[in-house]
């Protein structure tokens, strides 16, 4: 979706029109599959206002999660200090900031990201978890709070893009977008 689009759905949502309506008006620019997905993506600014402590609360944990992965490589090179591996001990850190940044902004197909990738990352932890016994502690630091970022992520997926399926918006019956 063109960015110029973007911003026309962002400015007609902002003023108050319904996403049918815009989908309607911008059907003939770009194509209708894609156009709806970029509606279905955009949340209401009302939604935005409704939800916006638990994007917050979203923002920060991946922002924690940032931090302590940050830590933790830092640690990791302080004992084997090797120059090579700076970028990949800051690629963690850096991605997880991107995702904050674009929860921060409710771009909607974020949240999917985020709780597939928190999924991983939670499995990971689990993993690892079963193989060292003595480090509960830093599980409930560093993977714990993973946990509470998919459910939050998923959620705001539900409330804030109801109408996303699995590959782009829902349809009914009769074949129309769902939004």
Not at 2 to 8: G, L, Y
Not at 67 to 80: F, P, R, S, T, Y
Not at 132 to 141: A, G, M, Q, T
Request: proline share 5%.
């Amino acid at each position: 979706m063109p960015k110029p689009t973007h911003r026309i759905i962002e400015e007609k949502l902002n003023s108050g029109a319904k996403k049918q309506e815009i989908f309607d008006e911008l059907r003939g620019t770009t194509s209708a599959g894609s156009l709806a997905r970029s509606l279905v993506l955009t949340p209401y600014p009302s939604d935005r206002e409704a939800h916006h402590g638990l994007n917050n609360a979203l923002f920060l944990l991946i922002l924690y999660f940032a931090l302590v992965k940050a830590i933790m490589a830092a640690d990791a090179l302080i004992e084997n200090p090797i120059f090579y591996a700076i970028p990949f001990a800051a690629f963690i850190p850096v991605c997880s900031v991107l995702l904050a940044t674009e929860v921060r902004k409710y771009s909607g197909y974020i949240y999917r990201v985020v709780y597939v990738v928190g999924a991983l990352v939670f499995i990971e932890g689990i993993h690892y978890q079963l193989g060292v016994h003595d480090s509960w502690l830093k599980w409930l630091v560093s993977d714990a709070p993973v946990l509470a970022g998919i459910v939050i992520a998923w959620r705001l997926e539900r409330l804030l893009c109801p109408g996303l399926g699995i590959i782009g918006a829902k349809k009914g019956r009769a074949g129309e977008y769902i939004f």
